[in-house]
């Protein structure tokens, strides 16, 4: 009877247990870090973009090149007089979802000189 009311090996089933909660806490982070690496490389490709007009050159050809390779995909550019405007979509970790609703903005805006 005494075996039977043991805890001994009570920590490995919790641990089983919380395993799926801490994996999905785990790939909430990563999207959230992704999110934020997608605004940066995007307001990095506004900015590229708007020093280009600034100098009359080609302000989507810099963007896109600006931008690592894996957020070339869906990105689209509008320029304004010299306000560059690059919308980037959010690389999705999670298979068979789209991203294409999930973008971030980024503007930016140099005198020309």
């Known amino acids: 009877m005494?075996?039977?009311w043991s805890e001994?090996?009570?920590a490995s089933?919790?641990?089983i247990g919380m395993?799926?909660?801490l994996v999905l806490a785990a790939l909430a982070a990563w999207q959230?870090?992704?999110v934020a690496y997608s605004?940066?490389?995007a307001e990095n490709a506004a900015r590229a973009a708007s020093r280009v007009i600034a100098l009359s050159g080609d302000p989507a050809r810099t963007a896109r090149s600006t931008l690592p390779a894996a957020l070339r995909h869906g990105v689209s550019e509008d320029t304004?007089?010299?306000r560059a405007t690059?919308?980037?979509r959010v690389p999705i970790i999670v298979p068979g979802v789209d991203s294409g609703t999930l973008t971030v903005t980024r503007s930016a805006e140099l005198p020309r000189g």
Do not use: Q, W
Request: net charge positive; aromatic share 0%.
């Open 80 to 82: 304004t007089g010299t």
């Open 39 to 41: 605004a940066t490389s």
């Open 32 to 34: 959230m870090l992704l």
């Open 13 to 15: 089933v919790e641990l």
């Open 19 to 21: 395993t799926p909660l």
């Open 86 to 88: 690059v919308h980037v």
């Open 2 to 4: 005494r075996r039977l």
């Open 8 to 10: 001994r090996g009570s």
